[in-house]
């Protein structure tokens, strides 16, 4: 049982948007920065997004993110299939002093 | 480019110790601005936090696994260690190290090793 929360799964066309949603609480996304990770199969988590809504250096402005409340999303526009992936959420939880990450949503490109 | 890899055996039996070393290229482990960080991922699953240290030997641990683990940094060789106790099948995983930027509020992962798979077995 992740301490985030988000949809196991989401798909979409080639060139359309998907957005992904990070449940959380007021101890952890409420009020802490939230970061974004992909990652395909057999490889590292790589970092997409961190503070909220910055891309490191050679992320494409097609990926974005957003927080408010307890909430955040991922949105991806311009699908490609090299999009497939495993796409998590984290931040800390400042009543655990932990680290902790959403259970990650899978994303299909049909 | 920093550059992270983990080391360290595959297979571990039941009740013994799982021991882990991440050595660390391209970067100062002593910087005061990072930490450095475990996470794991069962087979099929998703990420897990296990902890992380700092160059000066402060350490967070994730406290569902913290009576059995041990975090440790060699500043010298530029590595950082991880020692799980008393394991069983339920930690096979495959073991990710990691720099970890974490101040004020702001945590994230940025740069990760390829990742290591530790199975439980007799």
């Known amino acids: 049982q992740s301490v985030l929360t988000q949809p196991p799964s989401v798909s979409a066309a080639p060139g359309q948007r998907v957005t992904i949603s990070c449940s959380g609480a007021?101890?952890?996304?409420?009020?802490?920065?939230v970061s974004w990770y992909q990652q395909t199969p057999g490889t590292a988590p790589k970092l997409l997004i961190y503070?909220?809504?910055k891309r490191p250096s050679g992320i494409p402005d097609r990926f974005s993110a957003s927080k408010s409340g307890t909430s955040a999303t991922l949105g991806i526009t311009g699908l490609q299939t090299g999009d497939e992936a495993d796409y998590y959420c984290?931040?800390?939880?400042?009543?655990?002093?932990?680290?902790?990450f959403g259970g990650g949503t899978k994303l299909t490109v049909l | 480019q920093v550059q992270l890899q983990e080391s360290g055996p595959g297979l571990v039996k039941p009740s013994e110790t799982l021991s882990l070393t991440c050595t660390v290229s391209?970067?100062?482990?002593?910087?005061?601005?990072?930490?450095w960080g475990w996470i794991r991922q069962p087979p099929g699953k998703g990420l897990e936090w296990i902890g992380s240290i700092d160059y000066s030997g402060s350490i967070y641990y994730n406290a569902s696994l913290a009576s059995r683990v041990t975090m440790s940094v060699d500043t010298s060789k530029s590595q950082f260690s991880l020692k799980l106790n008393s394991v069983t099948a339920a930690d096979t995983a495959v073991y990710f190290c990691?720099?970890?930027?974490?101040?004020?509020?702001?945590?994230?992962?940025?740069?990760w090793g390829r990742g290591t798979l530790v199975a439980v077995s007799s």
């Open positions: 503070e909220n809504n």
């Open positions: 984290g931040t800390w939880d400042s009543s655990l002093s932990a680290g902790v």
């Open positions: 391209g970067d100062s482990i002593n910087k005061n601005t990072y930490f």
């Open positions: 007021s101890s952890n996304i409420g009020i802490n920065y």
């Open positions: 990691a720099r970890h930027r974490m101040v004020r509020g702001i945590t994230y992962f940025d740069c």
